[in-house]
Every structure is written in structure tokens, then in C-alpha cells.
């Protein structure tokens, strides 16, 4: 039974520590979430959020991990899972009124794209 069971690779990149809050990076990794990778990188070229830069170049990075580690085709690959999750928070502070400060909180992100074949 294991002998028929296709053996399923997922590739994985990841993006750790990106300057852009993951509640604005979520918005474009809806987008392309569960897509096979022409629409993915047509969707990602012409949108005009700032995450869609960095979201392109992770998928390239996934792209480029399939060809050389596993041998696969990008013409059937497509996006099985991507995850933003918040990382470190910068703490910053300004002047405020009277003498006081107020924070400013500088989020990042974690992003995981994972990649499998279509069949």
C-alpha cells in the first residue's frame, strides 16, 4: 500500500523578520493563496501594496528550491499554504504633549510559503 501512495514534496521558503505589519502583509497573501504559480506572480506583479515586493521574491525563492532541490517544473506547481505570523516588535518613542512620550510599536512579520504539485 505504501508502494502505491505517490510520494507528495512540499517546498517551503520562508521569510522571517519583514519590516511591514503581518495585518497589511495578510491582505496580499489572500490573494494569492491557493493559486498555481502564473496567476500567483501576474496577481502579485500588478498589485500595489508595498508587501507584493517582498511576497514576490519569496515566491521566486520557492520556485527556485523546487528546481534544485527536487527537480520539479513550475508549470504544475501551485500555492498549497501561506502564513504570516507577527514577529518582533520594535518599541520606538516619541514626544507627546507636557513633557510626556507615547510608543509607537514597529511590527514585523514571519511568512512561510509552501508549495506542492497539482496532482
Known sequence: MSEEKKENKLIIAKLNRLRIAPRKVRLVADLIRGKDIRQARAMLQFTLKKAA????????????????????TEDNLRIAKITVDQGRTLKRFRPVS??????????????TLTLDSKE
Open 98 to 111: 507636557r513633557g510626556r512620550t507615547a510608543m509607537i510599536q514597529k511590527k514585523t512579520s514571519h511568512i
Open 53 to 72: 515586493l517582498p511576497l514576490a521574491k519569496l515566491l521566486e525563492s520557492a520556485i527556485a528550491n523546487a528546481k534544485n532541490n527536487f527537480k520539479m
